[in-house]
Structures are given as structure tokens and as C-alpha cells.
């Protein structure tokens, strides 16, 4: 009988038990302890920025790293509508308004020959999200961004290691973020990561996770914050996970070329591109795009039937609900977003896989399709 073969499965086999047992030894296991600091500094040396402040999640990390930049309500954010729905709650919390684009057909990124036509007196930042294992064409956006003196934004959370042209996603933009959840190359359970070379922006970010607590008598606040701290416990686990992330980046590509050997001759299905002439593919996940909704859906539920995990890929921003409840992005149309949103999934694809389940995978997928 088929053994399940989960979408995920998290690969901790470094000093994680060794740094929280120090935790758990020394009595520091809150939000405050010496990992967090080590973390901080490691992760943003690692990427090669100035600054890091830990939060607890990728989205509070876009929460906080779009409040630092004092957004006057009706300020526009130019971003994909094919992305996790962070990046736009988090422009909409803040009183902006997010301005959507659509995705490259090839990449799945954001369309950035569009973005200049999306520019307005109004516009203050353009949120990248590299989505999935490439990046986004990050030059001619910031090209874009100079000429127009706009923000970069730069959400990396999937693209721990990562490169564009040699600098490492995340020391593109003005302010980044990064996810630490599970499913990531580096985890800490849940967590986060701001990174900047703003002074001033940095210092606001850590004062934001704390509730924004004041200098002086404690307890007393003069604007609103959120108790987005990440834990000691957290930081010791991705302290440990950011000395493997170059084993990480390279068995992440080794599955992605596994899966494109195995999948090669299947019809009816786009499998993701390898490089581009900035990048090579990272496969935070193995995407699949099909030809049309209903063989997406019948293949998922076949490959369910066998105990093979599978996710759907995002929703767009411009379809969901809450977002259209709200008045916003009424009548929009971005087709090449909607056909990923509908017919892409991806296989198991976790830094945990072994090379039995992916050929299982890969025997199950074939004699299905």
C-alpha cells in the first residue's frame, strides 16, 4: 500500500536540537535571548544587508515593513495579483491601495513590462514577490523605480539563497522581507525577516514589532504597534537551519532537475522553467501548470486518491473576496494569473523528500497523466 507522501516535509538535521536545548538549558526561550540577535545578524550578513529585525511570521514581516514607510491613505503599491494574499492585506491595512499587474506566462513572476503604465502621482512603492523558484526581472524594475524615485519592496520569502545576476534575493529592494515558515528553505516554525539599509526604517521596524513601545516610562504608547516578536526558540532554530542553506539550495535543486528528468514526456502540462539569463531555478516548489482547469482538478484528485500531497497555487488578488467586498479591483481582468491560479498545483517538493518518495511521485504522476 501506498505510504503518504505529504506536500512538505521540514529537513532538520543540523544544530536544532543542540541550540534549543541550550535555550530551554538557559532559560531563554521568549522574545528575548542572544539567538535572536545571532539570527539577525547572520541572516542579513548572509544576504548582504545592513539591518535584520525577526518577527514572527512573513506576513507580519510585510505588515511591519509597510507600516515603516508611513503610507498616506490613498497611496498606491504596484504588485502581482497572482501571490499569496500577504502583500496586499498588508498594503490595504497600512491605507494604500494595491495596483495590479499580471504575471509572465514563462516565469509566473509579475509582468514588469507593465509596470510603468500602472505609474501615477499616487504610486509609492512597487512590491515584488518572487514567486515560487525564479526571480522576478529585478533591473529593469529598479530602472523603473529610480526613474520615478518609488520604493522596492522586495517580498523574497520564498527564495531563501536565491540569486539575481549574483546578488542574493533580498538585497535588491529597499526593504525586504522573508518567510521562515515550514515549508521554506531555512524554517523556524513560523518567523520572519525585515532587511534594509535604512537606518531610520530599521529602528522604526523593530519599535513596530513591539508594540511600539516608547523610549522612557514603559507602558506608554503614542501610536499602534503589534507584539510581532519572534522567540529565542525560533531564532536557535534558524540560526541552525542558516549553516545548512547552502546543502538546502543545493537539494532543493536536485529535486527540481529529478522531477523535470521523470516529467519531461508528459503532455498537457507545464513544468517550470530552469533558468533565465539572471537565474536558475531554486524550486521552493515544483509547479505545475495544466492546459485546462478540469485535467488540473482530475490529476489532483487522482494524485489525492494515491496519498500524493498536493497545493494549489495562489489565488488572485483581483477574485478574492474580501478584496472585492471592499470596492476594490472591480472589473479587472489579469488572464495569465488567472489561468496559474486555476490550473497550476505542485507536487511534494519539501526539503525533507526523499529519493524514494519522489520516484514514487514521479511512477504515480506519469501513469495518472
Known amino acids: 500500500m501506498q505510504q503518504p507522501i505529504p506536500v512538505n516535509t521540514p529537513l532538520l538535521s543540523g544544530n536544532e536540537l543542540k541550540y534549543v536545548t541550550e535555550c530551554i538549558e538557559t532559560g531563554w526561550i521568549s522574545s528575548e535571548g542572544p539567538f535572536i540577535t545571532k539570527f539577525e545578524e547572520k541572516f542579513s550578513q548572509y544576504i548582504g544587508m545592513?539591518?535584520?529585525?525577526?518577527?514572527?511570521?512573513g506576513s507580519a514581516a510585510l505588515d511591519v515593513a509597510v507600516?515603516?514607510?508611513?503610507l498616506q491613505k490613498g497611496d498606491e503599491v504596484i504588485m502581482p495579483s497572482f501571490t499569496i494574499i500577504s502583500p496586499a492585506l498588508s498594503v490595504v491595512r497600512a491605507g494604500g491601495i494595491p495596483i495590479l499587474i499580471d504575471s509572465d506566462p514563462v516565469t509566473w513572476n509579475m509582468n514588469v513590462h507593465e509596470i510603468e503604465s500602472k505609474i501615477t502621482p499616487r504610486t509609492k512603492a512597487i512590491l515584488v514577490v518572487h514567486i515560487?523558484?525564479?526571480?522576478?526581472?529585478?533591473?529593469?524594475?529598479?530602472?523603473?523605480?529610480?526613474?520615478?524615485?518609488?520604493?522596492?519592496?522586495?517580498?523574497?520569502?520564498?527564495?531563501?539563497?536565491?540569486?539575481?545576476?549574483?546578488?542574493?534575493?533580498?538585497?535588491?529592494?529597499?526593504?525586504?522581507?522573508?518567510?521562515?515558515?515550514?515549508?521554506?528553505?531555512?524554517?523556524?516554525?513560523?518567523?520572519?525577516?525585515?532587511?534594509t539599509?535604512?537606518?531610520?526604517?530599521?529602528?522604526r521596524c523593530k519599535k513596530l514589532r513591539n508594540?511600539?513601545?516608547?523610549?522612557?516610562?514603559?507602558?506608554?504608547?503614542?501610536?499602534?504597534?503589534?507584539?510581532?516578536?519572534?522567540?529565542?526558540?525560533q531564532a536557535a532554530?534558524?540560526?541552525a537551519q542558516l549553516e545548512k542553506i547552502d546543502f538546502h539550495v543545493t537539494k532543493k535543486r536536485q529535486i527540481g532537475e529529478t522531477y523535470n528528468t521523470g516529467l519531461k514526456n508528459i503532455s498537457n502540462f507545464q513544468l517550470p522553467l530552469t533558468r533565465t539569463s539572471y537565474a536558475e531555478n531554486i524550486y521552493w516548489v515544483y509547479g505545475l501548470v495544466a492546459d485546462t482547469q478540469q485535467?488540473?482538478?482530475?490529476?489532483?484528485?487522482?494524485?489525492?486518491?494515491?496519498?500524493?500531497?498536493?497545493?494549489?497555487?495562489?489565488?488572485?488578488?483581483?477574485?478574492?473576496?474580501?478584496?472585492?467586498?471592499?470596492?476594490?479591483?472591480?472589473?479587472?481582468?489579469?488572464?495569465?494569473?488567472?489561468?496559474?491560479?486555476?490550473?497550476?498545483?505542485?507536487?511534494p517538493s519539501g526539503l525533507g523528500l526523499t529519493e524514494q518518495e519522489q520516484q514514487s511521485v514521479i511512477t504515480i504522476f506519469t501513469s495518472i497523466v
Open 295 to 347: 485535467i488540473a482538478e482530475e490529476t489532483v484528485r487522482k494524485l489525492n486518491e494515491e496519498k500524493i500531497g498536493t497545493r494549489p497555487f495562489f489565488w488572485c488578488m483581483h477574485e478574492q473576496p474580501v478584496f472585492l467586498n471592499m470596492g476594490l479591483f472591480k472589473n479587472e481582468k489579469y488572464p495569465v494569473a488567472e489561468k496559474l491560479a486555476r490550473n497550476g498545483f505542485y507536487l
Open 67 to 70: 507600516a515603516a514607510l508611513q
Open 197 to 203: 539599509n535604512n537606518k531610520e526604517w530599521a529602528e
Open 237 to 239: 532554530l534558524g540560526l
Open 211 to 233: 508594540l511600539a513601545f516608547e523610549p522612557g516610562r514603559r507602558f506608554v504608547h503614542n501610536e499602534l504597534g503589534w507584539n510581532y516578536r519572534m522567540t529565542n526558540l
Open 132 to 195: 515560487y523558484g525564479l526571480p522576478v526581472d529585478m533591473q529593469p524594475v529598479l530602472e523603473i523605480a529610480k526613474k520615478h524615485n518609488i520604493i522596492v519592496i522586495e517580498d523574497a520569502a520564498e527564495m531563501h539563497g536565491q540569486t539575481y545576476n549574483g546578488i542574493k534575493c533580498g538585497a535588491l529592494g529597499d526593504i525586504s522581507i522573508f518567510s521562515f515558515y515550514p515549508n521554506k528553505h531555512i524554517t523556524t516554525g513560523e518567523g520572519g525577516m525585515i532587511l
Open 50 to 57: 545592513q539591518h535584520g529585525i525577526a518577527v514572527s511570521n
